[in-house]
């Protein structure tokens, strides 16, 4: 993961991924995913290498055939670290498990929305968690049978994701790269 310093302060290089519209400006701010499939809740979502900015938008930013990706400079100090500290994926998962409890002991299988929300509503906040640095797999390949590693089911290399719910950790975002393809 990449790191640098920006007026005395050390900020993680992230990779942000959004189609290209050849008849709108660049955008000076990263968009935030709402949908309900967003898979650890609302926020800004950035890639920490550049490597899978393009896979994320070879396999899912073609509508209109290409791409741009966007870096920013990224406040990690507040975001809980399930890829590289133990107690912080401790912390994660344990978190997880009580919101999936909550909904159980009501009567319902909560979906990935209602754990997320509920994580967002009643957790986060409370402990000071301003997003989620968490290893994606890199099973869900969806294009010409990319390949993640030359030895079969050794995926060495993270495919690490940091999501951030607040705009205020986001700095220095600019246009990085443009239609690409």
């Not at 975001?79 to 409890?101: G, M, P, R, S």
């Not at 301003?130 to 030895?151: A, C, L």
């Amino acid at each position: 993961m990449e790191r640098e310093n920006y007026d005395g302060e050390i900020y993680l290089i992230g990779y942000h991924t959004q189609e290209f519209k050849a008849s709108s400006p660049p955008l000076e701010n990263p968009v935030i995913c709402e949908g309900s499939n967003a898979w650890l809740g609302v926020g800004y979502y950035f890639w920490t290498e550049e490597e899978f900015a393009h896979y994320w938008g070879q396999d899912s930013k073609q509508a209109t055939g290409s791409y741009d990706i966007y870096r920013a400079y990224l406040d990690y100090e507040n975001c809980i670290n399930t890829v590289f500290d133990e107690q912080e994926y401790l912390l994660f998962k344990e978190q997880i498990e009580e919101a999936i409890q909550y909904f159980r002991l009501r009567g319902t299988e909560p979906t990935l929305k209602e754990v997320n929300k509920f994580l967002a509503d009643n957790i986060w906040n409370e402990i000071g968690i301003e997003g989620i640095i968490f290893d994606d797999k890199p099973t869900n390949q969806k294009k010409g049978g990319r390949v993640y590693s030359s030895i079969p089911r050794l995926y060495y290399k993270k495919r690490i994701q940091i999501v951030l719910f607040k705009l205020d950790n986001v700095h220095r975002f600019t246009q990085y790269l443009t239609n690409q393809k």
